[in-house]
């Protein structure tokens, strides 16, 4: 964290953020996949972003250290260590990275056409460095002969080299979808930040339109959201708030409003689940506690009652008889993304499509034929469709 991220600036190249998370906080969850022991930061001075990086290190267990020289490292170091170095400002597709490193030392090269023009240095006639290596720890011993204001990285990656230390080229750019690159500047992370984005937001199985809806609004007003810091937390609570306003409208009888607000919720949602996709570690542990699942449920306990509240109720017939169509449907279209995948359960669970048709047929005053009609189009289709691979997730 020695490189400034402009020239005549003190503010390390490491703290530029992209996408929501950091140069140092991406290289930091790297290194702790790798179940590094000690995290040591190459840095002038203790700021307030490094404090926040040793806070997430020490609760991931590892121990942290601060130093402002290389030759600091040589007391860290033990002979039967092995050290992961990661160049300053290296920002990489995280799991490709770490399956790399996994394999063993190893100097990580690439062809040398590519290395220079995306900024790193020349290893030979035919490689360009990669920005990290996994080499064993006494070989570190080396950095006390050069001097004190070297480059840790480079001197680290030549020690090896001229040791022996195996070469490991990465895939190219274009294979897989890999995100290898050095942000030098406030300019290149701006410029990198809709890939990055495009990256984060990949989605192999078929889309609802909902999800496309959040996808657009994600791309095209996502870096500025994350940038001011509100991140999917502002999203989540206007989904939050839109559910409520929903079930209040439902109360008062305004049952088109409600499902109006109840499917703007839904996509806001998404466009939450998207959001936090882009901000979160590339490989933290999930949550527990889903709070995309949990929103689901309460938009479908909202959407029962609403619906049910369209209704009218026969003469003799109890107050739960509203209610049980709505219920069997919201059931069902629950079942149906553990019978099979693809492009009908993935319409079948968008709740904004959902809430679209039940407004519809309320204006058109279709009301429980409507439901019931619905009902049993999910069902026919839950057996209809093919048998897979059992699939546990929700909507």
Known sequence: MMEAAAPGSTAPRAFLNIGGISVARLQLGIVLALRCERIVCLAAAMEPEIVALQHAAEAAGAQFHLISSPRQLVGLVTATDEVVALGDGLFVSAAEAVGLLEQGQAVLVQPIEQGLAAGFERIDLN????????IPGRLVERIADLPSDCDAASALQRIALQAGIRQRPIPAPLDAGLFWMLIRSE??????????????TRDDESRSPSRLIALMAVRG?????????????AAVIAAAFLALLGAGAGWLGWIATAFVL?????VLREIAVLLARIEADPLAIPRRLDSKLVYGWLLDAIM????????PVSAGAGLGDR???PFMLAGLLRLMPRIGSGRIAAWMGDRALLAGLLCAASLSGLGIAAIEAAAAIVLISGFALPRGQLRITQP
């Open 127 to 134: 490689h360009a460095a990669a920005g990290a290596m996994r």
């Open 187 to 200: 300019d290149e992370a701006h410029a990198v930040e809709p890939l990055w984005i495009r990256r984060r």
């Open 221 to 233: 007003f996502g870096p500025a959201l994350l940038h001011a810091g509100s991140g999917p937390n």
């Open 262 to 266: 109840l499917a703007g919720g839904w």
């Open 304 to 311: 029962v009652l609403v619906a049910g509240w369209s209704l």
């Open 323 to 325: 209610f049980f169509a």
